[in-house]
């Protein structure tokens, strides 16, 4: 029983761990190539999981419809947010972004407030479940975490092997000298932005297959984003996916084998013990 | 040292200093509600008023949350604020103990779901709007924040869908409670599992109680926890969870080691929704499961279909409980009335509002200083009537509900039917349920 116990609370931990580590992904993605905090994370996330929902309302037989046009919204609508209010903080003090990210977050939920009404969503998709004594697998957990895997790779083939990965690449590591070889560096910034907008909206979108959600539900998301990041090192998205699948792990422990109620609290304390003893996070080098 | 190496030392501590000063605020901002001083209002708009004729009239004020997580319930129970001042208004006004007759003037503001918004419209509403009685909002912490207005300006007040935990009482003496309190929110189902389960089925007595940690899921569920212990259940398990967890299945594959016949949850609708999708994707099996008060609302069934059939769950009031009434319209008048204003069958929260309007209507009728708070807070205090609601009855010093008993309904075929109290018309209970696999 007590290896069950032990085999399942993995195995929890491990499926909400990679969408803990979607989430931090896209904020950590922004950070590396404009050094801009996207204090709108969680609003962004709810609002991929409605565009999921929503299409999912129109086309309720899959919802592989919902996450391909929740990731192309989450894209146009990066541009749309770079171009009107990001690309004008670039430089500006952290106060500065905090307070119109801030703005920006109040808007989206407010207008999802009125675009949805305040009643919790969910997806009611009926995938099935595999049983073996205390053990269980839902197998939209499974999709949820091989989606994020592939987004994972996918991000990381980009940044690779990619003319425009190179170029990001370029820019994170010198701006100024890529401007000098040529780099347009707005457009770079433009479509690293929705790059990582694209990745939260994504993570709102397989939110939706297996959790309720609502207008104002994404701050827990978003913190919990913020304590994978500082985890896994800043702009650095494999140690993002680490960083999730150990606080995923972490938090599914500490609800199996202490109280669920002190999971965030273990959580934050995990995100200060990093502050305090490795600042440059897991994946970081010693300053 | 790189820029990138700064701009990452800059970020931690930025960071660390904004979620610190987040902190703190919030901390000083919750504080400084329960002891903060009244100050002048800023104007608003007031949602709804019903408009009087040029009789003498009773104003009566109150906020409901017609925005954020409680919406419905607020959007429901304001309604029937509004239906009940309509149907007083269209009869010809309360005749009251002094003999006049009184039409009703309501005010209802947005109170936004925001405790802070609250003493600050509560006092408007006292010294601006000069309103006379109060209706109290919906969620326990937006009715502790009208406290220290009511009881500064000596204002009765009936509370609605509105509880919290007895331990914060402080001697209050203008407000009474219309529901059934939290601590006593679990009882009507571990009753009807004890009287009705039980006797066929002895393995019912095991069971497992889970809730959340806010003002009132924590009242709800601790409480009902030392009240299933009091009456004998063997509780395999019980734990409680942050209110604003996004993930229960460390604390479900508690729940499924355990191996309780009955599985009851005090939690509210987001968290019931949540319980329910994922006690499937764990199959945890259960013969009886409660997942929150959230499952009285349709939403629910539409959210989870064909799983959220045999889901029980307490009530304060449902089409279908039936009481033998001595004051006020009948379940069907209020039903009819109701769907005919809003086109939609009224859940609990809506009759709850409606009950908010007879406690101030009959202590009117029975005052012979009608219009004055100290006198409607006695009477309301020491009167007794049974309403389509049912009982009414609060203990005359604190004015906590003594006398209205909760129902259970069922999901049965998308329908809530009523399965307690038997003495209220109750119908076959569907027990136990099947394992998910076989639904």
Redesign the interface.
């Known amino acids: ?1 007590s290896l ?2 032990l085999a ?2 993995i195995i ?2 491990l ?2 761990g990679f969408l803990f580590g979607l989430a931090g992904m896209g904020l950590t993605i922004i ?1 590396g190539v404009m ?1 801009i ?1 996207n204090f709108a994370t969680g609003a962004m996330i709810m609002l991929g999981a409605y565009v999921g929902y929503w299409t999912y309302t129109y086309w309720p037989y899959s919802a592989i419809p919902g996450i391909i046009v929740s990731v192309g919204v989450g894209f146009l609508f990066g541009i749309l947010v770079y171009q009107v209010l990001v690309r004008r903080l670039i430089g500006k003090p ?1 106060l500065t972004t ?1 307070l119109v990210l801030f703005g920006l977050t109040s808007i989206l939920e407010n207008s999802m ?1 009125n675009l949805w ?6 997806i ?1 998709i009926d995938f099935p ?1 595999y ?1 073996y004594g ?1 053990i ?1 697998i ?1 197998t ?2 499974v999709f949820v975490s091989i989606m994020a895997i592939v987004a994972t790779i996918l991000v990381l083939a980009v940044f690779k092997y990619t003319t425009f990965g190179r170029i990001i690449r370029a820019v ?2 010198d701006k100024i000298a890529a401007t000098l070889m040529g780099v347009d560096v707005n457009r770079v910034y433009t479509l690293g932005f929705s790059l990582g907008v694209t990745l939260t909206f994504l993570a709102g979108a397989l939110l939706a297959m ?3 959600f ?1 207008p ?2 994404g ?3 978003a913190l919990m984003a ?1 304590v994978v990041v ?1 985890l896994g090192t ?2 650095n998205p494999v140690g993002c996916l680490f960083a999730g699948l150990i606080i995923g792990t972490v ?6 084998y202490w ?3 002190m ?2 609290a273990v959580a934050y304390l995990i995100m200060i013990i990093t ?1 305090l003893l490795r ?2 996070g897991l994946m ?1 080098k010693k ?1 | 040292m790189t820029a990138e190496k700064l701009s990452r030392r800059k970020y931690l501590k930025y960071a660390g200093a904004a979620v610190a000063v987040g902190a703190i605020a919030a901390a000083g901002y919750g504080v400084s509600q329960y002891y903060r001083k009244p100050t002048t209002t800023t104007p608003t708009t007031p949602t709804s008023t019903i408009a009087t004729t040029g009789k003498k009239k009773v104003k009566i004020g109150g906020t409901k949350p017609f925005t954020g997580p409680d919406a419905l319930a607020g959007i429901s129970e304001g309604n029937s604020n509004k239906l009940w001042a309509k149907m007083v208004n269209e009869n010809g006004g309360i005749k009251a103990g002094d003999g006049n007759t009184y039409e009703v003037e309501l005010i209802l503001y947005n109170d936004e779901q925001k405790p802070e918004n609250v003493p600050r419209i509560y006092e408007k509403l006292i010294v601006e709007d000069n309103v006379d009685f109060l209706f109290g909002p919906v969620w326990g912490p937006l009715g502790m924040a009208t406290v220290p207005m009511v009881e500064q300006y000596k204002k009765f007040e009936i509370f609605g869908t509105c509880s919290f935990d007895p331990k914060d009482y402080r001697d209050w003496k203008y407000i009474v409670h219309t529901i059934t309190n939290g601590p006593h929110y679990m009882e009507a189902i571990l009753d009807m599992i004890w009287e009705r389960v039980l006797p066929n089925d002895p393995d019912a007595k095991n069971i497992a109680i889970t809730h959340g940690d806010d003002a009132f899921r924590g009242v709800a569920g601790g409480y009902g926890y030392e009240y299933a212990k009091q009456k004998g259940f063997n509780v395999v398990f019980y734990d409680t969870y942050n209110s604003s967890a996004t993930d229960l299945t460390p604390m479900l594959t508690n729940v499924k080691a355990a191996k309780p016949a009955i599985y009851l949850n005090a939690g509210v609708y987001g968290d019931a929704i949540l319980l329910m999708k994922q006690i499937k994707e764990l199959d945890l099996n259960v013969k009886m499961v409660w997942a929150g008060t959230g499952t009285v609302f349709p939403k629910f069934y539409e959210s989870l279909g064909k799983y959220a059939e045999g889901c029980v769950t307490c009530t304060q009031w449902e089409k279908g409980i039936n009481y033998s009434q001595d004051y006020g319209p009948s379940a069907g008048d209020f039903l009819t009335a109701y769907q005919r204003d809003y086109n939609e069958i009224p859940d609990y929260h809506a009759a709850t509002g409606f009950q908010q309007g007879l406690v101030i209507q009959r202590a009117m009728e029975l005052s012979d200083d009608p219009m004055n708070s100290e006198s409607i807070r006695k009477v309301a205090g020491e009167m007794e009537m049974t309403t389509f609601y049912g009982k009414y009855k609060v203990d005359p010093e604190t004015g906590w509900q003594t006398g209205h008993k909760m129902g259970v309904v069922q999901w049965q075929n998308g329908e809530k039917i009523v399965v307690w109290p038997m003495t209220a018309g109750a119908k076959e209970l569907w027990y136990p349920l099947k394992n998910w696999s076989e639904r």
């Open positions: 029983m069950e116990l399942q609370t929890n931990g499926f909400i950070f050094k905090i952290l905090l407030l009404s305040p009643n919790p969503r969910s009611p479940t049983s205390l269980s839902s939209s957990r994170i590591q297996v959790y309720p609502e104002f539900g701050l827990p998301y913020f500082v800043l702009g938090h599914s422990f500490v609800g199996s109280t669920l109620n999971s965030p502050f600042p440059q970081g300053e």
